[in-house]
């Protein structure tokens, strides 16, 4: 099973600050996808092949990384950022999902 | 439009069996993979499975044997069943459709509670 570990747990920011999140694989992965969850909602696609934004994301939000090593990062916090993150692999089963960023604002 | 809804009995004992239906509208379950993710407050959000557009399926191996997906096309619904349900698996559960790059809609989610 490839674990996932994301780093930081929880954070806030500040409106206008950069915010990175990285994720690192036990193994490596062909991408790295990123999910966005609010409270009492299911998740959201967010960025999938690593880089991509999925359909609706504003491109203040930006991804990167290969490997083992991924990060996720928005350019300018806002208010509506405010939410959890995780990161998700499905190179190989069992699929798995980071345990998730809980980004607040300042 | 797409959309995803998982219905199922809020409230089930230890040792017991889950059942959970995910009924979808404005896509054919024989075109796309759907998925099973759990989220509980043990073990976060967590894969359990799919069903291929063709009807077989793949499991977590966490699960073992307790965990079977399947399908009616005709209802446009996927079950998920669950047996020997202990406190852990207290959680909600949630189907999704494998896009063409990513789980690209998800249903509301179940809670279900495992408690005497």
């Known amino acids: 099973e490839i674990v996932l570990t994301q780093s930081p747990t929880t954070m806030a920011a500040s409106p206008g600050e950069k915010v990175t999140i990285t994720c690192r694989a036990s193994?490596?992965?062909?991408?790295m996808y990123w999910y966005q969850q609010k409270s009492g909602a299911s998740p959201k696609p967010w960025i999938y092949?690593?880089?991509k934004l999925a359909s609706g994301v504003p491109d203040r939000f930006s991804g990167s990384g290969s490997g083992t090593s991924y990060s996720f990062t928005i350019s300018s916090m806002e208010t509506e950022d405010a939410a959890t993150y995780y990161c998700?692999?499905?190179?190989?089963?069992?699929?798995?999902f980071g345990s998730g960023t809980k980004l607040e604002i300042k | 439009q797409v959309q995803l809804k998982e219905t199922g009995p809020g409230l089930v004992q230890p040792t017991q069996t889950l059942s959970i239906t995910c009924t979808v509208s404005?896509?054919?379950?024989?075109?796309?993979?759907m998925q099973w993710v759990r989220q509980t407050p043990g073990k976060g959000l967590e894969w359990m499975g799919f069903?291929?557009?063709?009807?077989?399926?793949e499991y977590n191996s966490e699960f073992k044997s307790r965990l079977s997906i399947s399908r009616d096309t005709s209802k446009n619904q996927v079950f998920l069943k669950m047996n020997s349900l202990k406190t852990e698996d207290t959680g909600v559960y949630y189907c999704a459709r494998e896009g063409r790059r990513y789980f690209d809609y998800w249903g509301q989610g179940v809670m279900v509670t495992v408690s005497s």
């Open positions: 404005g896509f054919s379950l024989t075109s796309y993979y």
């Open positions: 092949e690593t880089s």
């Open positions: 069903i291929r557009s063709g009807g077989s399926t």
């Open positions: 193994s490596s992965v062909s991408y």
């Open positions: 998700h692999q499905w190179s190989s089963t069992p699929f798995t």
